[in-house]
């Protein structure tokens, strides 16, 4: 009798000490590397984002989202310090793990992984990266009503901000592929 496998792999498996665990880590990953950003006037290029897709994939939307909506809490009270748009920027990353473990789950549901076709994988990271910078465009935005800076600002920002993220995108997949492999292997799936 052949043993069905789980469509993600059990984070933290046997106890919640060890899910906390496991999570704590990956929010801690994150954060370490959101602050190894190239900044460049108003746009920064991170590699953040990999443990987001590595997380969404590996274990799904739920614990992706929750490790980006931790770190994302720290992230900005670190940068920016609590502001009435604190919440608002926190959504947007969100969005991203969100997103790509839904799409996973799909592929898991038809015997087949994400990972597994990379023009597939490029395209919902992609994707993915353009729901962001979408719901970023929507942060900046309500930043201009609430705190009044020009809405000109918010066209161009969006602009250069969803080229930036396909940029991105494209270099978190492929970090993330060989990433995602490396740890199933290890995890024993």
């Known amino acids: 009798m052949e043993k069905k496998r789980s469509i993600f792999l059990p984070l933290g498996k046997g106890s919640a000490l060890k899910r906390m665990s496991a999570l704590a880590f990956l929010v801690a990953i994150y954060i370490l590397l959101s602050f190894l950003t190239f900044r460049t006037g108003n746009y920064s290029f991170s590699i953040a984002s990999v443990v987001l897709l590595v997380t969404a994939i590996l274990f799904g939307p739920i614990e992706g989202t929750i490790v980006c909506l931790l ?70 935005y309500l930043d201009a009503l609430i705190i009044g800076y020009p809405f000109t600002f918010v066209l161009v920002e969006t602009i250069i901000r969803a080229l930036a993220s396909t940029l991105t995108a ?7 592929k060989p990433s995602i492999k490396a740890l199933r292997g290890l995890l024993g799936d």
């Not at 494209?170 to 993330?176: D, E, F, S, T, W």
């Open 170 to 176: 494209v270099v978190a997949v492929l970090i993330a």
């Open 71 to 140: 770190g994302e809490f720290v992230i900005q009270f670190v940068n920016y310090g609590p502001g009435p748009t604190t919440v608002i920027w926190m959504v947007g990353p969100a969005i991203r793990p969100l997103f790509l473990g839904f799409v996973a789950y799909g592929f898991a549901r038809k015997g087949k992984r994400l990972e597994d076709s990379l023009p597939l994988f490029f395209l919902f990271a992609i994707l993915s990266a353009w729901l962001v910078t979408l719901t970023n465009t929507l942060a900046i």
